[in-house]
């Protein structure tokens, strides 16, 4: 028994000795990493396991919190505390999402432009999409569609244009007369696209009409 009890203590004694030995080695080893660690980090040849294991040895924990920005808490080895504070990173959607400028542009041009119109005059002044990508008459439609923008046609009727219905029954003429003239030059007819195809709005003509209008039109409302 007295034998067991010293070998015991010989064997606490030891292991206290080696913690130490040990102990001692690891704060060297962090001291002199602490000397090299931005050339090791930064030397493309080290790699990405040996910088895992650069961090364990200098870092005891992190603790990252989400609110409006990213707060973390980084505790060193040795008792040493930094907090960084990082903006929140932005998800998909917003990485790809369509510019403000771009939205406010196409807004303005509406007013003056059909979608095609728009697409050519968006790629021509250097503007994108969100992901990078040039524009057609498709990509501002989904655009309008997305932003909830008024729509040409909408526009053109606010602004008091009128259907080629409309301008028939004003001038007591048959809906194809009204292309007719807008052909002449009798009439100024706005271009917008409605369900995919090519229809026009019309201004609120003249009250003189010029005279051959006058007399396609008495002529119509003769033959009444």
Same mark, same amino acid.
């Given at each position: 028994? /007295? ?6 203590? +010989?064997? $606490?004694?030891?292991? #206290?000795? #080696?913690?130490?030995?040990?102990? !001692? ?8 990493? !602490? ?15 040996? /910088? ?20 973390? +808490? ?10 960084? /504070? ?9 990485? +790809?999402?369509t510019p403000r400028q771009v939205v406010? %542009? ?8 059909? $979608? %095609? $119109? ?5 790629? %021509? ?18 655009? /309008? ?22 301008? *028939? ?36 003509? *003249? ?7 006058? +007399? ?9």
């Open positions: 028994m /007295r034998d067991l009890e010293e070998a015991k203590r +010989h064997f $606490e004694e030891e292991m #206290k000795i #080696k913690a130490v030995v040990l102990t !001692a080695e690891k704060r060297q080893q962090i001291r002199d990493l !602490a000397v090299d660690f931005p050339r090791l980090w930064q030397d493309p040849r080290t790699p990405d396991r040996e /910088r895992k294991r650069m961090a364990r040895l200098l870092i005891e924990d992190v603790t990252l919190i989400k609110e409006e920005m990213y707060t973390v +808490h980084v505790r060193f080895r040795g008792g040493v505390l930094r907090t960084i /504070r990082l903006p929140l990173l932005p998800n998909a959607p917003d990485v +790809h999402r406010e %542009e196409i807004d303005r041009l509406l007013d003056h432009h059909s $979608e %095609e $119109e728009i697409a050519v005059l968006l790629n %021509e002044r250097g503007f994108r999409s969100g992901t990078g990508q040039l524009f057609d008459k498709h990509k501002v439609i989904i655009i /309008r569609w997305t932003y909830k923008l008024k729509d040409r046609y909408t526009r053109l009727r606010e602004a008091g244009y009128l259907t080629r219905e409309e301008i *028939a029954e004003r001038l007591g003429i048959r809906p194809d007369t009204v292309l007719k003239w807008r052909k002449q030059g009798l009439l100024q007819g706005i271009p917008y696209a409605q369900k995919g195809g090519r229809e026009w709005l019309f201004s609120v003509p *003249a009250d003189d009409l010029p005279a051959r209008a006058k +007399h396609k039109r008495s002529e119509r409302n003769s033959s009444r």
